[in-house]
């Protein structure tokens, strides 16, 4: 690797493909306008945890992502007509996150997708080195994390 070489802005262009990527595939397919990245991760995280409540925190853990930022992508994926939220008897302030019935159709194709994006990611790297590559994604993670105090 070269000296001086940015490791956020080599990781940013490497996630700007991979979204590009995904986006392209996912926008050949019926009724997937408006489904991004971000949404699949969360229609797939939902649809794996379907007997689990599940609140905008949660999904601010999944996504590592701010209060403010996860309420832009939920309004922007209940806009889309991919999830509803609904309120909890017990605590009018907690929103229950639910798959729609358009999220739930367009869920396996949405995994076979996520699946074929992180197939190709592989192509060509040990399996060797991937571990070692999430060991340092892991303690990047660490590093913002003490630094952010999350």
């Keep these: 690797m070269q000296q001086g070489k940015r490791i956020c802005a080599e990781l940013r262009m490497t996630h700007n ?3 590009t ?3 392209r595939h996912l926008q050949q397919y019926v009724d ?3 489904v991004t990245l971000l949404h699949g991760r969360i229609i797939r995280y939902l649809c794996a945890n379907p007997d689990t409540d599940i609140y905008q925190r949660d ?8 209060r403010s930022t996860a309420t832009t992508i939920l309004k922007c994926m209940e ?9 909890v ?23 076979r997708e996520l699946d074929a994006l992180d197939a190709l990611t592989r192509k060509g790297i040990s399996d060797e080195d991937i571990e070692c590559f999430c060991r340092v994604l892991e303690q990047m993670r660490r590093n913002f994390s003490s630094a952010d105090g999350r």
């Design 17 to 19: 493909m991979m979204s």
């Design 21 to 23: 990527c995904l986006n």
């Design 32 to 34: 997937m306008d408006g």
């Design 59 to 66: 999904i601010e853990n999944l996504l590592a992502v701010r």
């Design 79 to 87: 806009k889309n007509r991919l999830i509803t939220r609904e309120s």
């Design 89 to 111: 008897e017990c605590d009018a302030r907690l929103k229950k996150i639910r798959p729609t019935e358009r999220a739930l159709s367009i869920h396996d194709c949405v995994t």
